[in-house]
């Protein structure tokens, strides 16, 4: 009973470990998605080229 516990205890850490690094992934996608959608964008040459 000790092994089966030590098992699930593992497997529980390990699938809490994965779905963090999912979630991670997911959130720097989003981020670099967003990032590139607002290369094309040039909002920001109006107000640093105002003189």
């Known amino acids: 009973m000790d092994a089966l516990q030590l098992g699930t205890a593992l497997g529980v850490v390990v699938l809490a470990v994965a779905a963090v690094a999912v ?5 720097r996608e989003r981020r670099r ?19």
Do not use: E
């Open 23 to 27: 979630i991670a992934h997911y959130r």
């Open 33 to 51: 998605a967003t990032l590139m959608r607002n290369l094309n964008h040039h909002d920001w040459c109006r107000w640093t080229r105002i003189r």
